[in-house]
């Protein structure tokens, strides 16, 4: 059986790592140490995510198996418009929630941004090395989707903002969005 008290400690150790705090002294880490990398913080952050999903399930490990994806309209209902604008991350989380009280994997944040980009309202951007984020078009900025240069324990970064008129678009298109991301999956998750 595994030990929930020590699970719960294990999981704000990574919440505070991924916010660049140190665990035991909640102080900031030093700009120069490997833990403030953000590729480091990201991985902290999903480990994080992992324990607290296992800590909701009083320390079960594995989960139930997936149900097939079935559409529902109600799944229309589980968004929350927010104002001000909001990261599609955050926008997403309430879908997510639905999709695990019934077992069924989640849609990937890529399904819904790969929609917009196919539809002309999000463009990909070349960079160097491997990294190709999206950027809104012209289009896309008129549908209120903008950026937003921010700053984190760990670097700048720009962050993709979704107005309420834009989260409203996703949500009528939900159903769109949702076939064309089965059809390029062939149904697999």
Not at 12 to 31: E, F, H, I, R, W
Not at 35 to 47: D, G, K, M, P, T
Not at 131 to 158: A, C, F, M, N, V
Request: aromatic content about 10%; overall charge positive.
């Amino acid at each position: 059986m595994i030990d929930l008290k020590k699970l719960k400690y294990a999981q704000a150790y990574m919440v505070d790592l991924a916010n660049g705090t140190d665990p035991v002294s909640k102080q900031p880490l030093p700009q120069d140490t490997c833990l403030n990398n953000v590729q480091i913080s990201r991985c902290f952050a999903f480990v994080a995510e992992v324990l607290r999903e296992v800590l909701e399930r009083d320390g079960r490990v594995q989960l139930p198996e997936h149900n097939a994806f079935v559409w529902s309209d109600d799944m229309k209902s589980c968004f929350i418009i927010a104002d001000p604008p909001v990261q599609i991350t955050d926008f997403l989380k309430p879908l997510n929630e639905y999709f695990a009280k019934r077992y069924m994997k989640r849609i990937p944040v890529t399904a819904f941004t790969d929609w917009l980009a196919a539809q002309g309202y999000l463009v990909e951007i070349m960079t160097s090395g491997n990294y190709r984020p999206k950027r809104p078009t012209p289009d896309g900025t008129l549908l209120g989707i903008t950026t937003e240069q921010r700053t984190s324990p760990h670097g700048d970064y720009i962050a993709i903002l979704y107005s309420a008129d834009a989260q409203r678009f996703i949500v009528e298109h939900l159903k769109d969005i949702v076939k064309r991301w089965e059809k390029r999956n062939n149904g697999r998750r």
